[in-house]
Each structure stands twice: as structure tokens, then as C-alpha cells.
């Protein structure tokens, strides 16, 4: 690609970007707001006595009174100007209150990530390097495991046989509470616990890129500038390393970007049977307590973020591959 | 015919999963005679471990069979991936031929669409649409039709896009043949193969995610599942293993033979590919 | 059954000393000792801290031990000094005084006077709580008499008056964060300021929160514990399994599932009590629709009633955390009526009912098919739905059941859209408090927690309309018995179960449950071993 292109192209991607990110916003608005029950029945449900008077209160300070199109039309504006709104059920901003979570989230699922790609390619390399083999047998048994077994079980599992079996991992939360400890004790033990977590999150997509990095570099190495390469004598290792496996990266980063978005719906689970206190838990309460104002949020910070990393995958594609246009 | 058994055979993975999965549906469909009655019928004492009692796997915390639970939750988990799995066919290889083969305008249009559904988080999706319309099975089946679907739409888009152009769909359009005869009669039956291999896929992640579903309590209480019974057992998985691991492991088979046979599919219908494509979430 | 003389009262009040749980403690041959944190669990997490505010379960327990009431209650009810050491009650029960402990801070160094005391009856909760505004519109006046004097004057006489004031019904707040301001809104409410023996330190949403040690609590030498954590678990294994492991040594409310509740009483460091919830006093029922065919026969109501087994609910699915109901007092709730009995199981006598009623089973044996949508408050509801599906089966009816989430549920039930459903209400300790809401047609209203079911009966709403007006026990007793015995026999709901609550802890912690409120006391007596 001419990189004299490049600001033109971008702009038009993040035009593209900002509508798509505004659809989903109003989508949600509004299948939010086709949920029966709204956050001022559930408080007054919750409270345990209601009356009518405290209803309205609620319903007129929550702003529920409003005809639904200016409540659209009062959120899209405070969205245009970064602000999402005000959690009245929490007390608290919604962007404070994602803020607040989102870090949790994004080690999670960082994490998550980095071992899934790393331990997935690795084994999707190895197995296409030794196709044939029991190697290969073997890896491919594992990633369909891994890939068929539900999430949420293979974590039950987890802490069966590392928290109370063995008594080696803490089984739930982020952090120890009530210990005061260094920076590196600190450190330490926020691995500590996450470590359950993340595999959990992370052993499907294992699987995913094992399968995917497998077959792409397969595909790759019976291309003809591998045959060349070959001919030539290049030493078997560096072809693997130069050719074969930065190529075969493309499809898994172009995957990758698409599943950003899946990984945080998979964290709702994870977040849940380990205590993360992430946005995925926050927005799973958030919609059972039809906290509006917080759901939409969570939803419009995972869209920018899905929408970002869409968008750097396909730059990254576009740098590494010359045989991808920019259109 | 022939040749596709052959090289479906070939795999001997997908020889292993086809059969898995037909006693799968053996069980899913000769249940009501294995397990007469209904399965939330109490059995046996609660908590019974498996062997005692009579009870094959044990019993859950009503006293109710999870041999039976499994047997007709087989019926029930099946019905949900095979049906929601047709319904995001149809919407997927609606729009995806729409796309593939107007071009244009309209792909950019139904691709920003798919983007779009692409983008929203589909469990997070998924989750809203049950909690909306309250979980029910058709409810449960809409709402994973409607997050499946786009993968759909972007294969068949490319099939059709590359064969738009061969000369056989270029004879028909100079024949008169209508838009629709060409696309239902020239061009869809070129691009099945990957669909095919696509759909059992498909089935395999919906069965996933009505587990994942009911694990939220977002199950129809009406239903027996396996994602209802891993659901119900989670909560007493110190006390009784056995409600969670059986059903744990039915699913666990069930997505592994639909995924070996996947795999046999994709190698029998394009024999040229390396086997094992994968690429699918 | 008891009964508030208001001799008797004031008694109790008089003889009380301060401290005498401490005492008691130390008679046992534990001494009280300085120090430690406690680690406990939230669940779920609250969205406010700030009693009145949020008056949710969690709330409450956690904002216990920030706030303070002017008195406490033990198990009979009775009530025993807190902010206030003591108490009269005019001959013709309409002036209350409420003598102030003195040298009471709120957490923000200001003294706790009675213009807070004033502002927090009369003002805050009239304004916040609709439970409380509900009773506090009877107050003609509140006067301030003195700093450590407020007192008053009902319009009418009002004979459950007194058991009002705990905290967590009027919890005192400081006038001067919230006057003139819009009291959900304030700063306040975002960092509570209480009087009570641990004020707010941190909170990290999704993760914790931090309560720490008020060192000018007015009790000298309390709080013991340096401060209390509360840990937000969302899943029932991971709370159970911090249990075990000893990351929290304190559970409460619904943290652990009835059906662990046998194997945390096998170990032998805990301790589970079930005690604690007398002032509450929740009862479960399964509330009928009597606007939808044909729940509105009582016939039909009495057959489902015998259809169920109440002993298999509280034995095999509570695992005997609560007692099978009776009819619809909880039998700590005051004016309780053992011989007024609802129908007992007995499934010929239901399908003869039926019959009796016209509704003769069909080839598939169903008689009639209603729905029943579950209650999302976890696991074991889901169970007593499937259970109650089960039962009706028995007798040819055909439940089929709808899951909702909390918000459908609260939704559908206060717009009466529904057949069937589960709800349980604190009954607060006395029927006019908690149990008439549930009956008086008055009280038919498209709110939560109102007469939701529709039931109607004149002579009921004169009867729980006596007992409210009266000011003599006795008149009172006549009244609520009366009303009992047409209850069980018109049977409007299907009562269950007189819940309880497991309240588990580390046995090195003492003084727990030592209140009828158990775990939403101030915990400033709580002590680590």
C-alpha cells in the first residue's frame, strides 16, 4: 500500500466506524428498552415496600417519564459528548463506573488472549510441521477437546481439582482483600489469581487458533514461494520462522480481530463463576436490574473497542500483506 | 457418491464421530421407550450416587434420574442446535447471496450489516434477546439463530461472489433465466459444500450456547437440556459430581462428533484442501 | 405469642445496662478482645449503601453497621435501648419520648442531637421509604424537647408504634448533610455518615467493601474489630468455597444455598444458627392470581393447597432452614394464632375437592393448566417451582412454569400478570406492620408488595382495620385471631414456608446473633477469639 493513502483511508474507516458504533448504540437503545420491568419497578421491588408516590419519585428523577424518543434523543447527545449517562440505581457515572471495571476486564481477557494465541499457534505449528505424525494426532485431539467442552464447566472443573482438591490457586476474586503487601507481593498475587480464570477464557481459543494456525500454514507451505524457498536450500527452521509462519499469521489476526468481541461475552461467564469484577459482570447485573444507563455503556465501550481492534487488525493486514488493496 | 464415502472414510476421526453421534440420536430418539414418563418425575431419594438406587448416573437433588434427565435432555439440546441452526441458514445464505451476487451497493450495505452484528458481543446478544422475550425455546432458538448467522453470510457471499462470474452462471443469464432460478438453481448448489461443513458446526456451537444459556438460569424451565441439567448441577457440583460431569460429557461428546464430522465433510466434499480448515468460532 | 405492655416496656428499658451482652459473654468465661478484621461476604451486591435510601437485604446488613436506630429488638420482639437509653409512652399512647444516649458522633466528628433524631423520623425516611412514611403519617408532631430529648405526638393511638425504630426501618442521619438537598442525590448517600461503630472506608465495585473502626463510637472501649470486609461473590460455590477455605469467616442472608447448609454444619469449626431473622419474620407463599379462572374458586385454592407437601419443602428443599407455614402469620410475628390452621396435605381430599368443583381430569388426566412463573431470587426457587409442578401433577393440574428475571418478575407480578407465583414479605413483627398489606382490599394495588392477588373480603378488611386502630392488646389479639381463621379457610394464598436465614461463621467470632434482627446489628459487641 502507498502510505500517501493511508490518512485517506483511514478517515474514511473511522467515518465508517463512528456510524457503525452509533447503530449499535441506538439498537441497543432501544432493545434495552424493549425489556419488560424498568429500573424504578425493580428498586421499588427490591426495597421491599412500595407506594405509588414512590414510583413516580423514582420514574421522574430517573427521567422513565419522558417519551422514549427524547430519552433516545437526551442519551445520543450526551454520547456525542462522551458522557453515558448516570446510574441512578448505583449512585455513580456510568463512564465511572465502567472505568472502574474495564481494567479487570482487559487483563482478563489480555491474558486470556496472549495465551491463546501463543499456546494455540504453537501448537497449530507444530502439528502442521509434523503432520501425519501422532504429533499431530495428538494436538488436533487436544484443540477439539478444548473446543468442544462448554466454558463454564471446564472452570467448575478448574477449581475442583486447583482450589479445593489441591489447595494451590484461590478460587474466586481478583485480589486478596485485607493483606497489605509490596509491589511485587501485589503483583504476585493478582497472577495468582488469575490464572484460573484466563485459562478457562483462554483454552477455547486455544483450540480456535491450534485449528486455524494449523491449516492456514499447511496452505501456505504448498505455496510456490515456499517451493522456491525450499529449492533454493534454505534451512527448514527459517523457512518455517520467514515464511510459513508470518504468512499464516494474517488470517489468525484478521480472526482475531473479529473475535475481540466474543471474548468479552465469554468473560460474562467467566467473570461470574470466578468473582472477576469486570464490565461483563457488570453488564449481566446491569441488565438484570434493568439498569439502562450502565448496559448501554458496557455496550458502547465493548463496540468502540470491537471497532478499534477491527480496524488495527485490518492496518496490520494491510502493512504486512502488499497483496491486500486498501479500498 | 461413492467417492465421497471413500474419502469421508478416509478420516478416520469422522468415522469415529458419525458414529458417536447416530448413537446420540439413537438415544435422543428411542428415550421415551429407554426412560418411559417424564424425566422431572422424582425417581429415586435425592442425591443418589450413580449405581445406587437403581440409578444408572444417580439423581439430582429431587430425586429425579439424570440417566433420563440426559436421555430426553438429548432430544431437547438437539432440537435447539438443529433448529436454530436452519433458521440462521436461511438468514445467512439469504443475505449472503443477496450480497454475493447483486454486488454493489447492496453488499456494502448487507456487509456493514453483518459488521454490525458482528461487532455486538453475540453471547452478550444472546443473553439480552432471551431476557427480553423470557426464556422460553423459541425464544432461546431466535436468539442463537440471530447470533449465528453472519459467518453464514460471509462464506456464502464469497462463494457467490467467485462464482457469479464462472461461464455457467453466464450462460443462464444470456439463456433469460430469472434472477432467482440462477441463484436457487445454478449457484446455491455450487456453493453447499462449505455450508454443509459450516452447519455442523453450527449445530455444535448451539448446543454450547444453550448451555451457556441455561448456566444463567436463562433456560426454559420447561425443557429438560443439558445445559438445564449442567445449570442445575453446577450449583451442587461438591455433593453430587454427577449432575454436572454426565451431562458435561454428553455435550462434550456430542460437539466433538459434530466437529469430527465437520472435519470428514469438509476433506469428502473438497478433497483438494488440506484437511482441518477450521475457522470456525 | 407476645404482647407490649408498655409497663413492661419501660421495664426493660430501665433494667437494661448497656453493655449487657458483653456481660453475658464474659459470664460465659469469653473475654472480649481487641482487634482483628472480619471478612465476610455481600450478596448481591448493593447498589447504595445508604440505608433508606436502598432498603435491599444487603443494604441493610452492610449499612447495620454505619447507621443505628434508636432501638433494637430481641428475639421476642421486645425492644431493648440502642441510640435511645430509654423511653415512655403517654397513659393514652399517643406521646413518645425518647430519652438520647449522650456523647453520640456521627462519623464526621458532629454530635448526633435530637434535631437529627427529629429530622430522620420526620423528614428522611417520610420522604425516602414508603414503608416507614406509611406508619410516620400517623406522627402530628416531631419536637426536639431538649439535645437528648425528641418526642412524638400520633394523631391516634398506635399500638406497634415502638417497633419502628430499628435501624433498619429509621436509621439515624446527621441533618446536616442532607437537609435542603434532594436526599437520594446528596454526597451523602455516595459516603454514608452514620453513628454507628464502623464508618465507611472503601469500595471497589465488583470487588469489596471496607468498613473501619470508629474510634469515637459513644460504648467505650467499642467497637472490638479494627474493621469488616465484605467481599462481593457472585457464585454460591465460590462464597461456600471462602467459607471453607476460611477466606470470609461470616455468611448470612442467602450467601450459601440451603443444600450446603448440612455439610457446613459438619465442620467442625463453624457454627450455623438460624436464629436472628424473629424481626423480620419473612413467610413464603405461593400467591394466587384470583382474577384468572379457576383460582378464584376457593374449592380450587383449598385443593392445591392439600396438593402440596409443606413438610418435603422445608425438610428436603431448605434442608430445615425455615418451618413449614401454618397460615398466614409467622409464628414470631405478634397475635400469632396456632389453632387457626391451613389445610393439611392430603392428596385424595384435593382431587375429591376438585371434582367437587367440576373440574374432572381429561384423557391425559389434566384438569386444568395454570402457569407459574418462578421466583429469579436462585437456585432452590427454581427447584420449589419444579417441586410445585410435580405435586400438582398429583392431583391432575398442569403447572407450567415460566423462568423470568428479576426485572420481568417484579414487572408482571405488581401488574397482576400472572397465574401463579412465589413471593415471601417481612412480616416486621406485628400483622399490622407486614401481614395486613398482603389481604385488605384496599390494598389492591398494581405495586409490588401490595394485595397483588386480588383476594377480597369485607369482614377481613374490618377485622385487620380493629387491630390497627386498637390500642389494646387484648382488643387487638380478639381481632387477629378472628382474621386468621377466615384466612385459612378462604386460603388467598398457599402459604409455605416461615423462612429462616443460615447465618454461618468462624466459631472464634462471638456475639453474632444476639438480636431478633441478627445479622443487620451494629456489631460493635463482635469479637475475634
Redesign the interface.
Known amino acids: 500500500m502507498e502510505l500517501s493513502r493511508l490518512p485517506a483511508y483511514l478517515a474514511g474507516r473511522l467515518v465508517k466506524a463512528a456510524i457503525v458504533i452509533l447503530a449499535i448504540v441506538v439498537c441497543n437503545f432501544f432493545l434495552i428498552h424493549a425489556a419488560p420491568g424498568d429500573p424504578a419497578s425493580i428498586i421499588a421491588g427490591q426495597s421491599g415496600s412500595a407506594d405509588a408516590r414512590f414510583l413516580e419519585q423514582l420514574r421522574a428523577q430517573f427521567g422513565l417519564d419522558q417519551p422514549l424518543y427524547v430519552q433516545l434523543w437526551m442519551y445520543l447527545k450526551g454520547v456525542l459528548t462522551l458522557d453515558l449517562g448516570f446510574s441512578h440505581r448505583q449512585q455513580a457515572s456510568v463512564a465511572a463506573l465502567v472505568w472502574d471495571r474495564l481494567p479487570a476486564t482487559l487483563l482478563l481477557t489480555g491474558a486470556a488472549f496472549i495465551f491463546a494465541i501463543v499456546l494455540g499457534v504453537t501448537m497449530g505449528a507444530l502439528a502442521a510441521r509434523r503432520v501425519g505424525t501422532w504429533w499431530d494426532s495428538i494436538i488436533t485431539v487436544l484443540a477439539l477437546a478444548f473446543y468442544a467442552t462448554p466454558l463454564f464447566w471446564v472452570g467448575l472443573m478448574l477449581v475442583l481439582l486447583f482450589s479445593v482438591t489441591l489447595e494451590w490457586l484461590p478460587s474466586f476474586g481478583m485480589m486478596s482483600v485485607g493483606v497489605e503487601m509490596s509491589g511485587i507481593g501485589k503483583v504476585l498475587d493478582v497472577g495468582k489469581h488469575l490464572l484460573l480464570p484466563a485459562l478457562t477464557l483462554g483454552l477455547f481459543y486455544v483450540a480456535v487458533y491450534a485449528r486455524l494456525s494449523r491449516a492456514t500454514m499447511l496452505e501456505v507451505a504448498d505455496q510456490d514461494f515456499v517451493k522456491t524457498a525450499r529449492a533454493k536450500g534454505v534451512p527448514e527452521g527459517r523457512i518455517l520462522r520467514r515464511h510459513i509462519l508470518r504468512n499464516a499469521m494474517l488470517p489468525v489476526i484478521t480472526f482475531a480481530g473479529i473475535q475481540a468481541g466474543q471474548l468479552i461475552g465469554g468473560s460474562i461467564l467467566v467473570e461470574t463463576v470466578f468473582a472477576w469484577p469486570g464490565i461483563g459482570r457488570l453488564a449481566f447485573e446491569a441488565l438484570l436490574a434493568r439498569d439502562y444507563q450502565v448496559l448501554m455503556g458496557v455496550f458502547f465501550c465493548t463496540s468502540v473497542m470491537v471497532v478499534l481492534f477491527n480496524l488495527i487488525t485490518d492496518l496490520l493486514y494491510a502493512v504486512v500483506d502488499p497483496r491486500v488493496e486498501v479500498s | 457418491m461413492k467417492t465421497f464415502w471413500r474419502n469421508f472414510a478416509r478420516n478416520r476421526?469422522a468415522v469415529v464421530g458419525l458414529v458417536i453421534l447416530v448413537l446420540v440420536l439413537i438415544v435422543a430418539l428411542t428415550a421415551p421407550w429407554i426412560f418411559p414418563g417424564s424425566p422431572?418425575?422424582?425417581a429415586g431419594a435425592?442425591f443418589a450416587p450413580p449405581g445406587e438406587d437403581g440409578m444408572l448416573l444417580g439423581t439430582d437433588?429431587?430425586g429425579r434420574d439424570v440417566a433420563a434427565g440426559i436421555a430426553h435432555g438429548a432430544r431437547v439440546s438437539l432440537l435447539v442446535g438443529a433448529v436454530s441452526t436452519v433458521v440462521s441458514l436461511v438468514i445467512g445464505i439469504g443475505l449472503g447471496a443477496i450480497a454475493g451476487y447483486l454486488g454493489g451497493w447492496v453488499d456494502d450495505v448487507v456487509m456493514?450489516f453483518t459488521?454490525?452484528f458482528?461487532?455486538?458481543?453475540?453471547?452478550?446478544l444472546a443473553?439480552?434477546?432471551v431476557?427480553?422475550f423470557?426464556?422460553?425455546i423459541q425464544s432461546i432458538v431466535f436468539a442463537i439463530a440471530v447470533v449465528s448467522w453472519p459467518p453464514v453470510a460471509r462464506v456464502v457471499r464469497a462463494e457467490f461472489l467467485s462464482l457469479r462470474s464462472r461461464e455457467f452462471v453466464q450462460a443462464s443469464e444470456v439463456l433469460g433465466k430469472s434472477r432467482i432460478s440462477i441463484v436457487l438453481g445454478d449457484i446455491l448448489p455450487n456453493a453447499l459444500s462449505p455450508i454443509v461443513v459450516l452447519s455442523s458446526l453450527m449445530v455444535?456451537s448451539a448446543i454450547?450456547l444453550e448451555?451457556?444459556l441455561s448456566?444463567?438460569?436463562?433456560?426454559?424451565?420447561?425443557m429438560m437440556s443439558w445445559g438445564f441439567l449442567?445449570g442445575?448441577g453446577?450449583?451442587?457440583?461438591?455433593?453430587a459430581?454427577w449432575m454436572?460431569v454426565f451431562p458435561?460429557i454428553a455435550?462434550?461428546?456430542t460437539?466433538?462428533s459434530l466437529?469430527?464430522v465437520g472435519e470428514g465433510l469438509s476433506d469428502a466434499l473438497n478433497p483438494r484442501?488440506?484437511r482441518?480448515?477450521?475457522?470456525?468460532? | 405469642m407476645t404482647t407490649l405492655s408498655r409497663r413492661g416496656l419501660m421495664a426493660a428499658a430501665a433494667t437494661l445496662p448497656v453493655l449487657w451482652r458483653v456481660e453475658d459473654a464474659i459470664a460465659q468465661g469469653v473475654q472480649p478482645k481487641r482487634g482483628g478484621t472480619l471478612t465476610t461476604i455481600v450478596n448481591p451486591e448493593p447498589p447504595v449503601l445508604h440505608i433508606g435510601v436502598n432498603n435491599q437485604a444487603p443494604t441493610l446488613i452492610v449499612g447495620g453497621k454505619m447507621f443505628q436506630g434508636l432501638l433494637r429488638y430481641d428475639a421476642q420482639l421486645k425492644p431493648l435501648p440502642e441510640l435511645a437509653k430509654s423511653w415512655e409512652v403517654s397513659a393514652d399512647g399517643l406521646e413518645y419520648t425518647f430519652h438520647l444516649q449522650e456523647n453520640v458522633k456521627f462519623h464526621d466528628g458532629k454530635p448526633m442531637t435530637s434535631e437529627d433524631v427529629v429530622f430522620s423520623i420526620m423528614k428522611f425516611h417520610m420522604e425516602v421509604s414508603p414503608r416507614a412514611r406509611g406508619v410516620f403519617a400517623r406522627i402530628k408532631e416531631g419536637v426536639a424537647v431538649n439535645p437528648t430529648t425528641a418526642k412524638f405526638v400520633l394523631s391516634e393511638p398506635f399500638e406497634p408504634f415502638l417497633l419502628m425504630f430499628d435501624v433498619t426501618v429509621s436509621a439515624i442521619v446527621p441533618k446536616h448533610l442532607f437537609e435542603g438537598q434532594d436526599f437520594r442525590q446528596a454526597p451523602a448517600v455516595a459516603r454514608p455518615v452514620g453513628t454507628g461503630p464502623f464508618k465507611f472506608a472503601e469500595w471497589q465495585r465488583g470487588n469489596f467493601i471496607k468498613l473501619e473502626r470508629f474510634d469515637e463510637y459513644w460504648k467505650p472501649g467499642q467497637p472490638y474489630l479494627d474493621a469488616i470486609i465484605y467481599r462481593v461473590v457472585p457464585d454460591s460455590q465460590s462464597r461456600r468455597l471462602a467459607l471453607e477455605s476460611g477466606q470470609v469467616i461470616l455468611t448470612q442472608s442467602n450467601d450459601i444455598e440451603p443444600f450446603d447448609v448440612p455439610q457446613m454444619r459438619a465442620r467442625p469449626n463453624l457454627e450455623v444458627k438460624t436464629t436472628g431473622w424473629e424481626y423480620m419474620g419473612p413467610l413464603m407463599w405461593v400467591e394466587f392470581n384470583h382474577r384468572v379462572k379457576p383460582l378464584d374458586d376457593v374449592r380450587v385454592r383449598r385443593a392445591l393447597t392439600m396438593a402440596v407437601n409443606r413438610d418435603f419443602i422445608a425438610q428436603r428443599l431448605w434442608f430445615g432452614i425455615g418451618k413449614p407455614a401454618t397460615g398466614p402469620f409467622n409464628s414470631s410475628t405478634r397475635f400469632y394464632d396456632a389453632s387457626a390452621k391451613a389445610p393439611g396435605f392430603d392428596v385424595n381430599a384435593a382431587k375429591a375437592l376438585l371434582d367437587e368443583a367440576g373440574l374432572k381430569p381429561n384423557a391425559q388426566g389434566v384438569r386444568f393448566t395454570i402457569k407459574h412463573m418462578s421466583l429469579p431470587y436462585g437456585e432452590v426457587f427454581t427447584r420449589l417451582g419444579e417441586f410445585l409442578r410435580q405435586a400438582f401433577r398429583q392431583v391432575g393440574v398442569d403447572l407450567q412454569l415460566e423462568s423470568v428475571d428479576v426485572g420481568t418478575w417484579s414487572q408482571r407480578t405488581a401488574n397482576w400478570d400472572f397465574d401463579t407465583t412465589i413471593n415471601y414479605l417481612y412480616q416486621y413483627g406485628d400483622p399490622t406492620l407486614g401481614v395486613e398489606r398482603s389481604y385488605v382490599s384496599t390494598n389492591i394495588k398494581k405495586i409490588l408488595f401490595s394485595n397483588v392477588s386480588g383476594y377480597a373480603n369485607p369482614q377481613v378488611d374490618e377485622l385487620f382495620a380493629k387491630g390497627r386502630d386498637a390500642a389494646d392488646p387484648k382488643v387487638r389479639q380478639e381481632a387477629f385471631s378472628a382474621v386468621q381463621k377466615i384466612l385459612v379457610s378462604d386460603v388467598p394464598l398457599l402459604w409455605l414456608m416461615e423462612m429462616s436465614f443460615p447465618t454461618i461463621y468462624d466459631k472464634k467470632l462471638n456475639n453474632v446473633i444476639t438480636t431478633g434482627a441478627g445479622v443487620h446489628a451494629s456489631f460493635d459487641d463482635v469479637f475475634l477469639a
Open positions: 476421526g422431572w418425575d422424582m435425592p437433588s429431587l456493514r459488521e454490525f458482528q461487532t455486538i458481543p453475540s453471547f452478550v443473553i439480552l434477546l431476557a427480553i423470557t426464556p422460553t455444535a454450547l448451555s451457556a448456566f444463567l438460569g436463562l433456560g426454559d424451565p420447561n449442567i442445575s453446577r450449583s451442587v457440583i461438591r455433593m459430581w454436572s458435561g455435550i462434550f461428546l460437539v466433538l466437529n469430527l484442501l488440506p482441518n480448515r477450521g475457522g470456525k468460532p
